[in-house]
């Protein structure tokens, strides 16, 4: 190896190195910026309005009259990074320490906000639909960096682990118990303003980690394949692809067509199939991730 290889391979490791470190420090920055967030939201929005919505924070809310809200939090998140430790493993475990420690330490530090944000309570509708986005974005953030806030999020990546639903749908699951016991503190009027926050911060948190979907994957099945085909390819400009099926009932060989279309040309693709097959069977799914273009048919590029 000449003295040019050496010094292109060091130079390249070098560059590996500091993409490396880039990437680290972007995630504990995303990782910061969710748990302000999500802290901001606590004491502004469920803290004052007694809105328990569930997590350490909603236990929090439940006995802040016998132990302050912030020792609360630690103490419970604590004893769940302990039982994170013998479910999850110790490498999700460390990606929840941070944000454990985190994540009080935010609410002690924004505990004041709301004497400088002056929020009126006379709307708690208002309140809690404010206050369910900026806790999903927020919770969507740290997710999405890989890290927890602690807490019933553990639960939450537990529940979603073995019961592989979504982390938005776990939390609907894990929370609502919690909810459900602040109706016994706080009247039930609270605990469906709660609902209405735990079912918003659900959608949140999923469209905050998977992203918002500006395509759709379609799925159809048509007697009138190559119409179909040459308006999707033709008429619209879009990539499609038919796909060999075998039907369930009639074991059957079949051609499904698969093409990923923009989501604002959902309604006029689907019109101009019926208008062709009224008889064709649609199925569309949001496509979080479409990169490249690609169309084929009958296997033909």
Known sequence: MNIFSMLRRKRSEKIAEIVEHSKLFSRYLFLILGVLIYAVSYNLFFLKN???YGGVSGISIITKQYINPTLMILISSIILLIVSYFTLGKKSTLNSVVGTLLFPLFVELTKNIGDYIIISNEDL??????GGVSVGIGSGI????GFTTGGTDIINQIVSKYFKISIGTSMLVTDGIIVVIGGFFFGWTRVLYAIIVLYIISIMVDK???GIS????LYITTSKEDDIGDYLMNELNLGVTIIETTGGYSNKKKNMIMSVI???????????????DPTAMIVASDAYQSVGTYRSKRGGK
Do not use: D, M
């Open 50 to 52: 007694n809105i328990v």
């Open 262 to 276: 923009p989501t604002s040309e959902y309604f006029r693709t689907k019109e101009g199939i019926r208008q062709i």
């Open 125 to 130: 509708l208002l309140i809690a639909i404010i």
């Open 214 to 217: 500006s395509t759709k994957a």
């Open 142 to 145: 740290v997710f999405k960096t």
């Open 208 to 210: 905050v980690v998977l």
